[in-house]
Structures are given as C-alpha cells and as structure tokens.
C-alpha cells in the first residue's frame, strides 16, 4: 500500500516538474521572446537599423543630431531588451528607434535643402553687389569722362573764337600759342571719346 502510495507521488511529482518545463521547452525551440515571435522583433529591429543608416547618409548626425541620438539609444535599449527576452519593449523600442531616425532625416534634409537655398541667395546677392559695384564704378567713370569732354569742347570753342578776332593777330606770338592750346584740347577730345564709348559699352553690357 505504502508502494502504490509512493508511486502515485512520484508521478504527481514529475506532472508538476514537466507542467513547469515544459512550456518554457516549447517557447525556446519555437524561438520566441515571451508571447513575441523573434522573427518578428529582427524584422522591426532592421527596420530600424536600416532607417538610421538612411538617416546617417542624410547627415543626421550633423543637421539633427538630438533626434539621431535619440534613435541609436532607442535601438541600443532594444537589443537590450532583446537579450533580457522582454519582447513588447523590444518592439517598443524599435518603433521608437524607426519613428525617430524617419524624422531625423527628414530634418536633416529639410536642413540641408535650407542651407543649399541659402548658399544660392548668397551667391546671387553677392553676384548682385559685384555687380551694383561695377555698375558705380562704370557710372562714375562715364560722368568723369563726360565732364573732361565737356572741359575739351569748351576750351576748343573758346581758342576757336579766340583765334577767329581778328586782333589776336595783332600779336603773332599769341597766336602761336592759341594754335598750340587748340591742338592740345583737340587731341585730349580724340581721346576722351573712345574712352566715353568703352564705358558706355560696359555699361550696357552689364544691363
């Protein structure tokens, strides 16, 4: 009797142990992380490390460099979470790790495009005060060259009519030198003119 009695507890004993057991058995060799299937928790966890990777190329690092830290903590913790087998916080996590690595690198790009917008505004700024400088510069010239023009006419009029009254003959060395001066005027005009209508060529030109 006694037997049988012990019998009976020995069988009692190993139900419980394989109760205990075994469903931890069938969750190893079916690989899973508590009631989360492994595959599944790899598959969101290379989403993640493929949506930082992308947002590293798009220079997160630089351009958005809380939220792309964010997102390497985040999936750091998964695979900790991972190997503590805590399924649901691994996939938390790696959601996470997705969500902010996707915005980083829409940052990041948003912030790259800025600054190209930038650099082109700069540029085209830049180019217009070289430009309004040139411009000044070409317009001073061109009102210089005018007035020296305006001088040379002037002062070829005068000895003209100068050199036309009868009684500057009167004295021959004064006519020598109205000659002289009226040669000189003429020959600064002869000059000035191509000079005037090169700056006016570069004038337009810049138009």
């Known amino acids: 009797m006694k037997l049988i009695i012990c019998r009976n507890r020995q069988k009692d004993l190993l139900k419980s142990v394989l109760g205990f057991f075994f469903p931890l058995l069938i969750i190893g060799c079916s690989g ?80 790259s495009q800025e600054a190209s917008l930038n650099a082109i505004i700069q540029r085209k700024e830049t180019e217009i005060l070289r430009q309004q400088s040139m411009f000044d510069t070409i317009n001073q010239e061109l009102e210089d060259t005018r007035l020296e023009i305006q001088k040379a006419e002037a002062q070829i009029t005068k000895l003209t009519v100068e050199l036309e009254d009868p009684e500057t003959y009167d004295n021959p060395g004064r006519a020598v030198a109205i000659n002289r001066d009226l040669t000189t005027a003429q020959t600064t005009l002869d000059c000035l003119t191509p000079d005037w209508e090169k700056a006016a060529g570069k004038l337009e030109a810049l138009g």
Do not use: C, W
């Open 32 to 111: 899973s992380i508590g009631k989360i299937d492994v595959e599944h928790v790899d598959a969101i966890t290379a989403r993640s490390e493929i949506a930082i990777d992308q947002a590293r190329l798009a220079n997160a690092g630089s351009l958005s460099k809380d939220l792309f830290q964010k997102a390497e903590t985040a999936l750091k913790l998964a695979d900790q979470a991972k190997e503590a087998k805590q399924g649901l916080d691994a996939i938390r996590l790696a959601y996470d790790a997705q969500n902010y690595a996707q915005s980083a690198e829409k940052a990041a790009t948003y912030k």
